[in-house]
């Protein structure tokens, strides 16, 4: 997936971003394996570029994002909040 960088700061983020707030259960209630699925399913896309927020799930989408990045490189994709 095609990366651009922000203005003049070095970051690069996917084209396609992933929004946390559906894994935080904002609009309905997901289990931990759909989160997991979803998040594999996105990576395996090739998105790198991740958004999450305390507000979503009261911290729950950070944690289950935390949980399923854990498992890859730091270097390997970016956290927007």
């Known amino acids: 997936m095609q990366s651009n960088q922000i203005g003049k700061t ?5 084209e396609v971003s992933f929004g946390g707030a559906s894994i ?3 609009y309905r209630e997901a289990s931990d394996a759909d ?5 594999q399913a996105a990576w395996d896309l090739g998105i790198r570029y991740f958004d999450t927020a ?8 950070e944690v289950r994002l ?14 927007s909040t």
């Open 66 to 79: 935390g949980r399923f990045l854990s498992a890859h490189n730091r270097e390997d994709f970016v956290i």
């Open 10 to 14: 070095g970051v690069r983020v996917t």
């Open 35 to 39: 989160v997991q699925a979803v998040l």
């Open 54 to 61: 305390p507000h979503y799930g009261r911290g729950l989408s």
């Open 24 to 26: 935080g259960n904002l």
